[in-house]
């Protein structure tokens, strides 16, 4: 099957809309809190389309909102679909600037969904796939269980000890929603997080936004070269 990949961009990524030669806008949102633009172009000679930003329940959305860049998705018939997003590392041997693809998530906010299909729909073949890809290209990748809490509130000392005792690895506010909605709409996944922050229960620092953005951007370099692998990698068909 030919495969068209979308991508989703997480806080601090979005730059990456500027590697799409000969862009075109499909939709613009710029009223929203993060504001969205969904772009289609090529990245390495590929057809993809691109979703810079996306909407959260801390917003005050509902499931319509949250799901609009998948719903999208399903009529530009995307197949495949890279999300991406900003996590705090939970997993100690993580380093900012790391990226992290996502073999299972914990779902904290299971209470949001109105769909009835709850599985876990990171593909091992397609995860191998793109940790062949990394090793290939000398990129070191972690791997890990992303936990999804509501936000906007970053995480307290006793949070941290909980989600670090329970094996998580990272933790944000996005990703499991549009992950569900898209692997029920038959679209294939590969998640990844890009980790901004180190969360410790010892450390003094307090997590914000823009220290999250900026990290984001700190490590554009590894997410864009990583993310243009995988789209020259499965060009043709997954
Ligand atoms: N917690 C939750 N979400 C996040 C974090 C964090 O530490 N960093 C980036 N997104």
């Given amino acids: 099957m030919k495969t068209r990949i979308g991508i989703v961009l997480g806080s601090g990524l979005h730059s990456f809309s500027d590697e799409i030669v000969s862009p075109g806008k499909i939709y613009e949102d710029s009223d929203s809190f993060h504001s969205i633009q969904v772009l289609k172009g090529k990245i390495s000679n590929n057809e993809v389309v691109i979703f810079s930003g996306r909407r959260h329940y801390y917003e005050g959305y ?28 939970i997993n100690r ?26 599985t876990d729909y990171y593909d091992k073949t397609l995860n191998a796939r793109i940790k062949n890809t990394a090793l290939r290209n000398k990129m070191i990748l972690r791997t ?73 951007k700190n490590s554009y370099q590894t997410f864009s070269s990583l993310i243009k692998n995988i789209v020259s990698d499965f060009s043709d068909k997954f």
């Fill in 62 to 89: 509902d499931n319509d909102d949250i799901f609009q860049n998948i719903n999208f998705a399903k009529d530009l018939g995307i197949n495949l679909l890279i999300l991406t997003n900003a996590a705090g590392g």
């Fill in 144 to 216: 890990g269980s992303y936990c999804c809490l509501s936000g906007p509130m970053y995480e307290t000392k006793s949070e941290i000890r909980y989600l670090a005792k329970y094996g998580i690895d990272a933790v944000g506010m996005s990703t499991v929603p549009e992950m569900i909605h898209a692997g029920n709409s038959g679209i294939k996944i590969i998640a990844l997080s890009c980790i901004t922050n180190l969360l410790s229960e010892n450390s003094t620092g307090i997590t914000d936004h823009k220290e999250v953005v900026e990290a984001g």
């Fill in 93 to 118: 041997r993580f380093r900012v600037s790391d990226i992290m693809l996502i073999t299972s998530h914990y779902n904290f906010i299971k209470n949001r969904f109105t769909e009835n299909v709850m």
